[in-house]
Nanobody, 117 residues
Framework: QVQLVESGGGLVQPGGSLRLSCVAS????????MSWYRQAPGKERELVAA????????NYADSVKGRFTISKDNRQSAVYLQMNSLKPEDTAVYYC??????????WGQGTQVTVSS
C-alpha cells in the first residue's frame, strides 16, 4: 500500500523554473531518506538529489548543483525538488525514491520534465 505520487512536471522554456512534488503514503515518512532520480531518453537513470531522514543533509549531482534544491516536509510526508535555470539537458523523466533500508525501497511513477523553446 506504499504509494509515492508525483506532480509538477511539464513543459518549460530554457532558463525557467519548475517545482516537483512527491507525496508519500503507507509508510513512516520520517525514517526514509528521500531522493530524486531522472532518466533521459537512451540514458541510464541517475541520482539528481537526495535528503537524509535525519538532519536534512542533502547532496546533488554535479550537473544540478546551484540550480536545484531538494527539501521535505515530514508533516505533509512530501519531498520537493525546486528546479531553477533549467536547461534542455535537464529534460528527462523524474522519479521520486524512498529508502529506509535494503528491504524497503520504493519508487514513484515518474513525471516528465521537458525543457524546450
Amino acid at each position: 500500500q506504499v504509494q509515492l505520487v508525483e506532480s509538477g512536471g511539464g513543459l518549460v522554456q530554457p532558463g525557467g523554473s519548475l517545482r516537483l512534488s512527491c507525496v508519500a503514503s503507507g509508510l513512516t515518512f520520517s525514517v526514509y531518506a528521500m531522493s530524486w532520480y531522472r532518466q533521459a531518453p537512451g540514458k541510464e537513470r541517475e541520482l539528481v538529489a537526495a535528503i537524509s531522514s535525519v538532519g536534512g543533509v542533502t547532496n546533488y549531482a554535479d550537473s544540478v548543483k546551484g540550480r536545484f534544491t531538494i527539501s521535505k516536509d515530514n508533516r505533509q510526508s512530501a519531498v520537493y525538488l525546486q528546479m531553477n535555470s533549467l536547461k534542455p539537458e535537464d529534460t528527462a523523466v523524474y522519479y521520486c525514491n524512498a529508502r529506509h533500508n535494503i528491504y524497503n525501497i520504493y519508487w514513484g511513477q515518474g513525471t516528465q520534465v521537458t525543457v524546450s523553446s
